[in-house]
């Protein structure tokens, strides 16, 4: 007993300090990872979280210097850090609920009120803050404690070779004896569309694209569909060779969750089958974490910015008072942003000369944001501004979004079949390669999104491909023609479903003339 009333007494000592500001700096940005944690990695924070808390530690600082009263100024400074972290997220709400609204003079004139009347309430003589100490520790520290853990949650690491669906089709699988494995590429070329589609909704011929990949031996399917409307859904069935209502019991109309669905696409039924048949696993940072297959053998990813802002740290910015160092030239997260978009990109064109040179059978998973906003390219490959590309509620209007997802397209295009005349010259074994998007342009109608470009190189197999091929089939091709899979094809079939409930499906008809 005597030792629990000594780490009793001692805990009441601890809370009875007031470090419950220097917590308090800590949990905007955690929170924000926290709700973010499917889209970037945990590591995002690396820089917010010590600048936060050094903030933090300043205010606080500073109103002891001033007040000489470290409760006065533990309390004081704890509530200038949540009118100075909130900023942003009421200047998001207002703008949204009063689009066409001046906003900015008068929120800064309320803000600028509030903060002073929160110097008036923390300074009145009559009132003490050494008995709230204690109990504003606990609730800070509570606050860190569940974003912590939603952080860890989200973020934790894969456990080894596995399936993340219930019914995740995986096969015991008999290539030829004596025969080389060949390596498979697999891009995914975000939004990308059918040629039919690019001319009548653009004006835009791709005839040219389309005839180089024919004459390097590519089969372009001219009717292919999406199987769903977003990338999502769409990859978590096309690693998956099965329909996401068949896959897991979870991906029902009720549930709007993700987190099974990220992971059966980290570890999906593709995955899993070239892994066991001893291949060498590639994935590429995307800037989606949701996205990123970390644990593979080869992860590339580019070295973080030397200086300027991350997209989460932009993202961070705008969500507090500080927003308006943009506006002052100090900071310009788009352009970091589009910095980033463009160093992803150039990293998978610039490592396939080393990566097709590799003579251990290599399965590269390339997951390319493009044409896919945001536009980050000309038609030539010169560098743009995103920001140029959407309107002042950063919404893409029509005309723009057509202007730069076709300089994007353009530039892919040169950059695609440079590649494949890479690989194809550093295989000694004809590799597989599969270009396919997740889905069609935005901005188009429901069945018009469905329509994507779905282009195969199968040495020896074109003529088990057919016009209106759906990826949730690609895999099951590749494994029964090449590694002594049984997996008969499956109906091709679109759905589309609307946001938030991704498995709400409703069936889209291919009415593409074959």
């Known amino acids: 007993m005597n030792k629990f009333n000594q780490i009793k007494s001692s805990l009441g000592r601890w809370f009875a300090v007031p470090w419950y500001p220097l917590a308090f700096s800590l949990y905007p940005a955690l929170a ?16 917010v979280l010590p600048a936060s808390l050094a903030l933090g530690a300043l205010l606080y600082f500073i109103f002891w210097i001033i007040l000489r009263q470290v409760h006065r100024a533990a309390f004081l400074a704890t509530l200038w850090m949540a009118l100075f972290f909130t900023y942003g997220h009421a200047y998001n709400l207002i703008a949204e609920l009063v689009p066409d609204f001046n906003l900015t003079p008068w929120l800064l004139a309320g803000w600028a009120v509030l903060l002073l009347a929160a110097i008036r309430w923390a300074t009145r003589p009559k009132l003490e803050f050494a008995s709230a100490a204690a109990g504003l520790n606990a609730v800070t520290l509570g606050l860190l404690i569940l974003s912590g853990g939603q952080i860890l949650l989200g973020s934790r690491a894969g456990d080894g070779q596995r399936v993340a669906a219930e019914f995740a089709p995986v096969q015991e699988l008999n290539p030829p004896e004596g025969q080389p494995l060949p390596d498979v590429y697999y891009f995914i070329l975000d939004s990308y569309t059918r040629a039919d589609l690019l001319e009548s909704a653009y004006g835009y011929d791709n005839s040219e694209f389309i005839a180089g990949l024919e004459q390097r031996g590519f089969y372009v399917a001219s009717c292919a569909q999406s199987n769903y409307v977003r990338t999502e859904i769409s990859l978590g069935s096309s690693l998956n060779m099965l329909y996401l209502q068949d896959l897991d019991p979870l991906f029902n109309p009720e549930n709007i969750g993700r987190t099974r669905l990220w992971d059966s696409l980290k570890h999906s039924a593709v995955r899993y089958n070239f892994e066991s048949l001893g291949y060498q696993t590639v994935n590429y940072a995307t800037g989606f974490a949701w996205n990123e297959i970390r644990d593979v053998d080869i992860f590339y990813s580019p070295p973080p910015l030397s200086s300027g802002l991350s997209e989460f740290e932009g993202l961070f910015l705008r969500t507090t008072l500080a927003r308006y160092a943009e506006n002052l030239g100090w900071v310009d997260s788009d352009a970091v942003m589009g910095q980033g978009f463009r160093d992803r990109f150039n990293l998978v064109f610039d490592s396939l000369d080393g990566l097709s ?15 896919h906003p945001p536009f980050v390219f000309g038609p030539d490959g010169q560098p743009t501004d995103p920001s140029d590309f959407w309107n002042a509620k950063r919404v893409y209007p029509g005309t723009l979004y057509a202007q730069g997802y076709q300089n994007q397209l353009t530039y892919l295009n040169t950059k695609m079949l440079a590649a494949i005349d890479t690989i194809l010259a550093n295989s000694d074994t004809p590799p597989i390669i599969i270009l396919q998007g997740d889905h069609g342009p935005w901005l188009q109608p429901k069945a018009k999104r469905m329509q994507i470009l779905n282009a195969y190189y199968l040495p020896g197999h074109t003529d088990a491909l057919y016009p209106d091929i759906t990826p949730v089939n690609t895999f099951r091709l590749v494994f029964s023609l090449y590694f002594g899979g049984d997996y008969p094809l499956l109906e091709d079939t679109a759905y589309f479903s609307p946001v938030p409930r991704l498995y709400e499906f409703s069936e889209i008809p291919n009415d593409c003339e074959k």
Request: zero cysteines; hydrophobic letters at 40%; aromatic letters at 6%.
């Open 32 to 47: 924000l990872l926290s709700a973010n944690i499917g889209q970037v990695e945990a590591g995002a924070g690396i820089r």
């Open 357 to 371: 040179s590799n003579p251990d059978p290599t399965f590269a998973y390339i997951h390319l944001i493009s044409p």
